[in-house]
């Protein structure tokens, strides 16, 4: 055990100087005093705050704090921290020479003609600041007539003293060491003009800026914070004000200090944060029209005339509402004398957008809402814990999620899990419902020959059915877990338990697509805030197949409480109508994936195939889900699965080649990496070989998953058809591989498990650069020649810049994000959240590498902040696939298999037609599908292995300017 030497020093720095005032006045009278002296504010505290918590280090009397904070040379101990604190009826005391207390009075600032000769240093205790511009504090003090006394004399003073407002004696000196008598160092931040902002008074209606409020409703929902970042961000670049609204509309109707104006520093950090950071509350007061009025004189004194709302249907009706009432609500302000005339007419109308934040998806008019897929990652981490121990006791569990009148969370979590059965309230099952439900799910089946054996007669050990809260049947009665539960106990004799996920289904970090979709929903907001006119209805900010798209906001909530009526009236068909087109689709997925039986439409059998479905190129999530969609849907149809056993090698070499059985492909929606094997061999590397195998085979069709190299074995063996008449089938190339770069397509499986992985990885070594305070990571991404990780991660973790391929990096460059940095830590005023990523793309530069990037910030940095690397390399290649990988991969492999059965066509046909050798991809507003010919000589980049255009080049801009690398904007 090592042993303290008694002679080492207790103390190695001060930490902070702590000043009391005992009233408010005095309080702000201080922070001003200190900011114009060159101080800036890094933290500030108010006990009647509605969000910000007290810590530990905060003095537990304190009304309000402020602290301060001047920034020296890195490592030489001028760093100074203020702590101002306001307790109320504080009483200072200071010891008598007889040794009792008593109280001391305050003393105000001397006026400037005093003759008084006297040595302060021997009057009171006193504070010393270093200075290297004690000329300027001189005079300074003098232009505020604030007396001082300079030391040793008038003439060649090296030291000044004087009062601060609460008669603290300070000093400063330009003598960085007391025992010498110059020394180097920047200590004292060099006086200024004061920035504080009169935080005792609300602020003018009078302005020269738009001041947009954003504020958030209704239930929480994970990506919250990221919109409102993005919304605070995107304002103030646009040089419009940014202020938050706090707990929702009860913040809006109760107004004061619900109402703050947010800058650009205030909303560091955000994106790994849950929940909503400025509150949400159900409010009554403001579905009554005097709430509303109340409402509307805070906005109107606060100057806020543009409203951006983070909500469900609820909140965003309530929006418009109060939107189509503003003119008369400011009419009644104006006759009631709250407001004045020109009030009146500088607001007179109220711009509303919405965003839509939900855990259910249950908005018509877009694909997606805030919150839904880091919903659904939570119910199939909960369901994939469960499928373990499900396994090992041969148990049923039936696990009840949210959605009232939406079953999205219920179909896609079955779709993601590959569960038995799943209940959705705009869906109900067929009449007796529960014998099909037994017959699908028991262990031996009377008719095999009618019934295929399929789940426990096929050999599955385990049982999944998902519920959703709002499921019922079609009398509406409601299908309940504990209902369901007492089926499968008392027909099947199942050990069954019930599982309610409940909260926990809203809870923990955004993942990356809630990321990525809230903030380019935020700076879409902020676009229609300014382009919009009184004559334009309210938008609402949708996403459609990968588009940010603009809705009417009431044609979206009147088409959303359709699907509920449609329900309550039995109309189940025109509910699912009702809801976008994928939703249907993913449902016919699902129960052609899941429930093969005498319902399902069968192929004719001279249309039935054998299909050979093989990976080629890197790992990806998500083949698996797409090898399992494609296997059971092939069995459904009638049509024989082939899987060929890593790659073109395995095929050639080894002759691995197995036909795929339900049994077979059970478990592997859930797995990450390839269960068949791949590599990146073409077949060029023996096409022969390939060839006389599939002929051997009988092969119909070819589904090929994987990255830019299964698109080139795709090109190589339709260019072979003219030489191997075995090639004259039908084949397509479902994308599969991180990098996103596959052509005619704008979206790769796998590639959203790889964001999350990254973000992941991210968010933890971000924290610990924060935790370092001064210190900048550089993160290599891979991703190939292709920038689309590196980019979409960078809006994801809200990266200070990003290095691409597309773009490259130069010397110009590296200055200037450098300059960037010490600009960004300069800001930051030793607070909390203060991490700073670079991320490189793997390929972005020979010359510039992580490393020698690394090096260069360490040395112009001259010590004022440092860097370090961190490579997650493989790890970026994910573990579970996520559920959007899971959900996209089953969709396409479905899409894959009807274009190989649309296509069966006799040789000759099929080689004259150039369209049945394509690639499947999401475009626009659909699915499509490219024929090779197309995209090879027009939309691929053969060097760079990418196409020549990608949709996400947009978004490098968004990365910047929400980074602030152009240039942190003050706000």
Known sequence: MEIADPYDPVTSGVSSVSLVAPTE???????????????????????????????????????????????????????????????????????SHDGSRRQSVIPLPLPPNSKESYDWRGKSMSV??????????????????????????????????????????????????PFTRVGPGRGLGVPRESKVRDQTRPSTPGRLKKRIAVMTSGG????????????????????????????????????????????????????????????????????????????????????????????????????????????????ELTKLGEISEDQCSSFKTLNIVGLVGSIDNDMSSTDATIGAYSSLTRICQAVDFIDATAY???????????????????????????????????????????????????????????????????????????????????????????????????????????TTLGHVQRGGTACAFDRILATLQGEEAVKAVLESTPDIPSPMIAINENKITRKPLMDAVRLTKAVAECIKNKDFAGAMDLRDPEFEEYHRAYMATTKPDELSEKAPEDKRMRIAIIHVGAPAGGMNAATRAAATFCLNRGHRPFAIHNGFPGLVRHDSVRELNWLTV???????????????????????????????????????IGGFEAYHALTELHSARDSYPAFRIPMICLPATISNNVPGTEFSIGSDTCLNALIEYCDAIKQSASASRRRVFVVECQGGRSGYVATMAGLSVGALAVYTPEEGINLNMLKNDIDHLRESFANDKGMNRAGKLILRNEKASKTYTTEIIAEIIREEASGRFESRTAIPGHVQQGGTPSPMDRVRAVRMAVKCIQFLELNKKPPKEVFEDPSTSAVIGVRGASIVFTSVEDLRGVETDWDSRRPRKAFWLDYRGLVNTLGGRAGTPTG
Request: with cysteine.
């Open 392 to 498: 090992s006791h041969s148990r049923a569990f039936v696990v009840e999620v949210m959605g009232r009148h939406c079953g999205w969370l219920a179909l896609m979590a079955g779709l993601s899990t590959g569960a038995d059965f799943v209940f959705l309230p705009e869906k109900p099952p067929q009449d007796k419902w529960e014998k099909e439900m037994c017959r699908i799910i028991k262990t031996v089946d009377p008719n095999p020959s009618t019934h295929p054996p399929i789940h426990r007669a096929a050999g599955k050990r385990k049982t999944i059915v998902i519920v959703a809260e709002g499921a019922i049947d079609r009398e509406l009665k409601p299908i309940t877990a504990t209902y369901v539960r007492d089926i499968l106990v008392d027909e099947l004799r199942l050990d069954t338990r019930i």
């Open 220 to 331: 929480d929902a994970p990506g919250m914070n990221a919109a409102v970042r993005a919304v605070v961000r995107m304002s103030i670049a646009q040089g419009c004000e940014a202020y938050a609204i706090y707990e929702g509309y009860e913040g809006l109707v109760q107004g004061g200090k619900f109402i703050k104006r947010m800058h650009w520093e205030d909303v560091r950090g955000w994106l790994s944060e849950g929940g909503t950071l400025i509150g949400t509350a159900r409010c009554k007061a403001f579905t009554e029209r005097t709430g509303r009025l109340r409402g509307a004189k805070h906005l109107v004194l606060a100057g806020i005339d543009a409203l951006v709302v983070c909500g469900g249907d609820g909140s965003l009706t309530g929006a418009d509402i109060f939107r189509s009432e503003w003119p008369g609500l400011l009419a």
């Open 25 to 95: 006045e005095l309080f702000y009278t201080t922070v001003a005093f200190y900011t114009d002296l060159g101080f800036d504010e890094a933290f500030v505290y108010d006990r009647t705050h509605p969000t910000v918590k007290r810590e530990d280090d905060h003095c537990r009397a304190s009304e309000k704090e402020t602290w301060l904070y001047s920034q020296g040379e890195a490592g030489d101990g001028t760093d100074v921290n203020l702590k101002i604190r306001y307790v109320a009826e504080a009483v200072h005391f200071k010891d």
């Open 666 to 704: 059970e478990g592997w929606a859930i797995r990450g990496g390839s269960e068949i094997g791949t590599n990146r061999s073409l077949p060029s590397e023996d096409m022969g070989m390939v060839a006389w195998y599939f002929q051997r085979y009988k092969f119909d069709g070819l589904l090929i």
């Open 128 to 177: 010393i600041l270093y200075t290297p511009a004690l000329d300027r504090v001189i005079k300074l003090l003098s232009e505020k007539r604030i007396t001082f006394q300079p030391q040793p004399n008038e003439t060649e003073p090296s030291e000044v003293y004087t009062h601060d407002p609460l008669g603290t004696l300070v000093g400063f000196t330009s003598k960085a060491n």
